[in-house]
Protein backbone atom coordinates (compact mmCIF):
# COMPACT_ATOMS: atom_id res chain seq x y z
CA UNK A 1 0.00 0.00 0.00
CA UNK A 2 0.71 3.46 -0.78
CA UNK A 3 2.32 5.12 2.57
CA UNK A 4 0.70 8.14 1.61
CA UNK A 5 -2.60 6.82 3.18
CA UNK A 6 -0.61 4.17 5.60
CA UNK A 7 1.35 6.14 7.78
CA UNK A 8 1.63 9.18 9.84
CA UNK A 9 5.04 11.26 11.37
CA UNK A 10 3.66 10.93 14.61
CA UNK A 11 3.72 7.13 14.54
CA UNK A 12 7.97 7.58 15.28
CA UNK A 13 9.51 8.40 18.20
CA UNK A 14 13.47 9.98 18.07
CA UNK A 15 15.79 10.00 20.81
CA UNK A 16 18.93 11.72 20.28
CA UNK A 17 21.71 11.70 22.52
CA UNK A 18 19.23 10.52 25.58
CA UNK A 19 16.70 13.11 24.88
CA UNK A 20 13.01 13.40 22.87
CA UNK A 21 13.95 14.55 19.65
CA UNK A 22 12.12 14.85 16.29
CA UNK A 23 12.39 13.98 12.43
CA UNK A 24 13.83 17.69 12.25
CA UNK A 25 16.74 16.33 14.04
CA UNK A 26 17.41 13.27 11.47
CA UNK A 27 16.76 15.16 8.56
CA UNK A 28 17.31 19.21 9.46
CA UNK A 29 16.19 21.50 7.23
CA UNK A 30 14.27 18.58 5.04
CA UNK A 31 13.37 20.57 1.85
CA UNK A 32 10.79 19.73 -0.90
CA UNK A 33 13.36 18.10 -3.76
CA UNK A 34 15.62 16.22 -0.97
CA UNK A 35 15.96 12.67 -1.80
CA UNK A 36 16.71 10.02 -0.04
CA UNK A 37 19.19 7.37 -1.40
CA UNK A 38 19.35 3.96 1.14
CA UNK A 39 22.80 1.90 -0.42
CA UNK A 40 21.98 -2.27 0.36
CA UNK A 41 25.01 -4.90 0.39
CA UNK A 42 23.40 -7.67 2.07
CA UNK A 43 20.06 -9.63 1.94
CA UNK A 44 17.26 -7.76 3.16
CA UNK A 45 19.43 -5.59 4.89
CA UNK A 46 17.59 -2.27 3.96
CA UNK A 47 14.92 -3.71 7.01
CA UNK A 48 17.80 -2.31 9.81
CA UNK A 49 16.63 1.53 8.63
CA UNK A 50 12.82 0.98 8.02
CA UNK A 51 11.89 3.49 10.23
CA UNK A 52 14.41 5.83 8.81
CA UNK A 53 13.20 5.25 5.29
CA UNK A 54 9.46 5.53 6.41
CA UNK A 55 10.52 9.11 8.51
CA UNK A 56 12.51 10.35 5.12
CA UNK A 57 8.54 9.34 3.85
CA UNK A 58 6.97 11.57 6.14
CA UNK A 59 9.36 14.43 5.41
CA UNK A 60 8.80 14.26 1.90
CA UNK A 61 4.98 14.57 2.13
CA UNK A 62 5.21 17.42 5.01
CA UNK A 63 7.62 19.37 3.26
CA UNK A 64 4.90 19.95 0.59
CA UNK A 65 1.43 18.79 1.89
CA UNK A 66 0.03 18.84 -1.88
CA UNK A 67 1.59 15.95 -2.21
CA UNK A 68 -1.06 14.21 0.16
CA UNK A 69 -4.07 15.61 -0.96
CA UNK A 70 -3.33 16.37 -4.92
CA UNK A 71 -0.31 14.76 -6.47
CA UNK A 72 -0.37 11.80 -4.85
CA UNK A 73 3.18 11.03 -5.89
CA UNK A 74 5.35 7.93 -4.51
CA UNK A 75 7.77 9.61 -2.65
CA UNK A 76 11.53 10.67 -3.45
CA UNK A 77 13.56 7.38 -2.64
CA UNK A 78 16.11 5.39 -4.08
CA UNK A 79 17.45 1.87 -2.75
CA UNK A 80 20.55 0.84 -4.41
CA UNK A 81 21.28 -2.74 -4.49
CA UNK A 82 25.35 -3.06 -4.93
CA UNK A 83 27.09 -6.04 -6.27
CA UNK A 84 23.48 -7.84 -6.53
CA UNK A 85 19.98 -8.09 -5.69
CA UNK A 86 19.60 -8.23 -1.83
CA UNK A 87 15.64 -8.78 -2.08
CA UNK A 88 12.80 -6.96 -3.39
CA UNK A 89 11.76 -3.50 -1.08
CA UNK A 90 9.09 -1.72 -3.02
CA UNK A 91 6.85 -2.28 -0.40
CA UNK A 92 8.70 0.59 1.39
CA UNK A 93 7.07 2.28 -2.15
CA UNK A 94 10.73 2.21 -3.94
CA UNK A 95 8.64 2.63 -6.85
CA UNK A 96 8.51 2.71 -9.89
CA UNK A 97 10.84 0.15 -10.46
CA UNK A 98 13.70 2.78 -11.66
CA UNK A 99 13.79 3.59 -7.81
CA UNK A 100 15.14 0.15 -7.36
CA UNK A 101 18.55 -0.34 -8.98
CA UNK A 102 21.46 -2.46 -8.99
CA UNK A 103 25.36 -1.06 -9.28
CA UNK A 104 28.59 -3.48 -9.57
CA UNK A 105 30.44 -3.39 -6.53
CA UNK A 106 32.49 -0.44 -7.42
CA UNK A 107 32.65 2.70 -5.11
CA UNK A 108 33.02 4.75 -8.36
CA UNK A 109 29.97 3.01 -9.88
CA UNK A 110 28.20 3.51 -6.58
CA UNK A 111 28.56 6.85 -6.27
CA UNK A 112 28.16 7.78 -9.58
CA UNK A 113 24.68 6.08 -9.18
CA UNK A 114 24.47 8.59 -5.93
CA UNK A 115 24.97 11.60 -8.09
CA UNK A 116 22.65 10.45 -11.15
CA UNK A 117 19.87 10.48 -8.76
CA UNK A 118 20.60 13.22 -6.74
CA UNK A 119 20.78 11.75 -3.13
CA UNK A 120 20.87 14.53 -0.95
CA UNK A 121 19.94 12.04 1.95
CA UNK A 122 22.26 9.26 2.20
CA UNK A 123 21.82 5.78 4.34
CA UNK A 124 24.87 3.41 4.23
CA UNK A 125 25.50 0.54 6.27
CA UNK A 126 28.67 0.67 8.70
CA UNK A 127 31.75 0.35 6.76
CA UNK A 128 35.11 1.93 7.03
CA UNK A 129 36.87 4.42 5.57
CA UNK A 130 38.99 3.08 2.93
CA UNK A 131 41.68 4.91 0.67
CA UNK A 132 38.80 5.24 -2.67
CA UNK A 133 40.01 6.99 -5.47
CA UNK A 134 36.75 8.46 -7.02
CA UNK A 135 36.70 9.76 -11.12
CA UNK A 136 37.44 13.52 -10.69
CA UNK A 137 34.88 15.80 -9.57
CA UNK A 138 32.32 13.32 -8.43
CA UNK A 139 33.16 13.68 -4.94
CA UNK A 140 32.35 17.40 -5.18
CA UNK A 141 29.43 16.90 -6.80
CA UNK A 142 28.37 14.81 -4.31
CA UNK A 143 29.18 16.97 -1.51
CA UNK A 144 27.60 19.60 -3.16
CA UNK A 145 24.43 18.12 -2.77
CA UNK A 146 24.27 15.63 0.08
CA UNK A 147 23.03 17.28 3.33
CA UNK A 148 22.82 14.21 5.84
CA UNK A 149 24.79 10.88 6.00
CA UNK A 150 23.96 8.06 8.43
CA UNK A 151 24.93 4.89 9.57
CA UNK A 152 22.32 1.96 9.87
CA UNK A 153 23.03 -2.05 10.74
CA UNK A 154 21.46 -4.61 8.85
CA UNK A 155 19.72 -6.03 12.10
CA UNK A 156 18.79 -2.66 12.58
CA UNK A 157 21.21 -2.22 16.36
CA UNK A 158 24.12 0.22 16.03
CA UNK A 159 26.61 0.08 18.75
CA UNK A 160 26.98 3.53 19.93
CA UNK A 161 24.22 4.76 18.32
CA UNK A 162 23.49 8.90 18.73
CA UNK A 163 20.24 8.18 17.77
CA UNK A 164 17.36 6.19 17.75
CA UNK A 165 13.82 5.64 16.21
CA UNK A 166 10.70 3.68 17.54
CA UNK A 167 7.43 2.66 16.03
CA UNK A 168 4.52 3.45 18.35
CA UNK A 169 2.01 2.23 15.74
CA UNK A 170 2.08 -1.26 14.65
CA UNK A 171 1.12 -0.17 10.92
CA UNK A 172 4.58 0.51 10.78
CA UNK A 173 6.04 -3.23 10.74
CA UNK A 174 3.05 -4.02 7.72
CA UNK A 175 5.20 -3.60 5.21
CA UNK A 176 8.21 -5.15 6.71
CA UNK A 177 6.18 -8.46 6.66
CA UNK A 178 5.82 -8.20 3.13
CA UNK A 179 9.32 -7.85 2.10
CA UNK A 180 10.20 -10.65 4.33
CA UNK A 181 6.91 -12.71 3.11
CA UNK A 182 6.09 -11.72 -0.09
CA UNK A 183 2.92 -13.21 -1.06
CA UNK A 184 0.95 -12.98 -4.74
CA UNK A 185 -2.66 -10.72 -4.27
CA UNK A 186 -5.49 -12.45 -5.33
CA UNK A 187 -7.56 -11.02 -8.39
CA UNK A 188 -10.03 -10.16 -5.66
CA UNK A 189 -7.67 -8.29 -3.70
CA UNK A 190 -6.51 -6.25 -6.57
CA UNK A 191 -10.00 -5.59 -8.04
CA UNK A 192 -10.40 -4.34 -4.68
CA UNK A 193 -7.40 -1.86 -4.64
CA UNK A 194 -8.58 -0.59 -8.05
CA UNK A 195 -11.39 1.33 -6.04
CA UNK A 196 -9.62 2.96 -3.58
CA UNK A 197 -8.91 6.75 -4.29
CA UNK A 198 -5.42 6.94 -4.27
CA UNK A 199 -3.80 4.18 -6.96
CA UNK A 200 -1.47 1.80 -5.12
CA UNK A 201 1.51 -0.20 -6.27
CA UNK A 202 0.01 -3.32 -6.29
CA UNK A 203 -2.07 -3.10 -9.22
CA UNK A 204 0.60 -2.51 -11.39
CA UNK A 205 0.56 -5.57 -13.24
CA UNK A 206 4.46 -5.32 -12.98
CA UNK A 207 5.24 -4.82 -9.49
CA UNK A 208 4.99 -8.30 -8.28
CA UNK A 209 6.78 -9.90 -11.12
CA UNK A 210 9.60 -7.21 -10.34
CA UNK A 211 9.54 -8.06 -6.67
CA UNK A 212 9.81 -11.71 -7.74
CA UNK A 213 12.77 -10.84 -9.90
CA UNK A 214 14.47 -8.88 -6.79
CA UNK A 215 14.54 -11.92 -5.01
CA UNK A 216 16.04 -14.02 -6.53
CA UNK A 217 19.05 -14.25 -4.05
CA UNK A 218 17.05 -14.76 -0.92
CA UNK A 219 16.61 -17.86 0.98
CA UNK A 220 13.95 -18.94 3.42
CA UNK A 221 16.93 -19.34 5.83
CA UNK A 222 17.52 -15.12 5.39
CA UNK A 223 14.08 -14.64 5.78
CA UNK A 224 14.26 -16.59 8.97
CA UNK A 225 16.93 -14.59 10.33
CA UNK A 226 15.31 -11.17 9.31
CA UNK A 227 12.67 -12.37 11.39
CA UNK A 228 14.80 -12.84 14.04
CA UNK A 229 16.21 -9.50 13.88
CA UNK A 230 12.83 -7.63 14.07
CA UNK A 231 11.77 -9.61 16.99
CA UNK A 232 15.20 -8.81 18.99
CA UNK A 233 14.58 -4.90 18.48
CA UNK A 234 11.35 -4.67 20.43
CA UNK A 235 11.88 -3.30 23.82
CA UNK A 236 8.73 -3.50 25.74
CA UNK A 237 6.86 -4.43 22.77
CA UNK A 238 8.10 -2.00 20.20
CA UNK A 239 10.53 -2.28 17.34
CA UNK A 240 13.55 0.50 18.25
CA UNK A 241 16.45 0.79 15.39
CA UNK A 242 19.34 2.91 16.15
CA UNK A 243 21.71 4.78 14.08
CA UNK A 244 25.03 6.85 14.19
CA UNK A 245 25.38 9.97 11.78
CA UNK A 246 28.30 10.16 9.27
CA UNK A 247 30.56 12.62 8.26
CA UNK A 248 29.80 13.66 4.50
CA UNK A 249 33.18 13.72 3.27
CA UNK A 250 34.17 10.54 5.03
CA UNK A 251 30.81 8.38 4.19
CA UNK A 252 32.18 8.66 0.40
CA UNK A 253 35.05 6.38 1.50
CA UNK A 254 32.97 3.78 2.64
CA UNK A 255 30.94 3.04 -0.06
Known amino acids: MHVIDALRTDFYEVELDGKPA ?3 DVFANWAAHDRLGILIYEPLAALGATHLIQLACMCFYDSKPVRRSERKVYPEIFAIHVGGWWGGH ?3 DFWPARREVQVPADPCEVLGALND ?4 RLALPERPVRDITHRRKEEDC ?3 RLVTAVMYSPNGRMAAPDFTIRSNDRRS ?3 VQRIIHPTQLSEQSIAQLQKTAVPVKETDADFMPRQIALNINISEAMREQAERDRAALKIDGRVTESYRFADLQSSLKRL
Open 22 to 24: GSG
Open 90 to 92: GNF
Open 117 to 120: FGIT
Open 142 to 144: ALD
Open 173 to 175: ERD
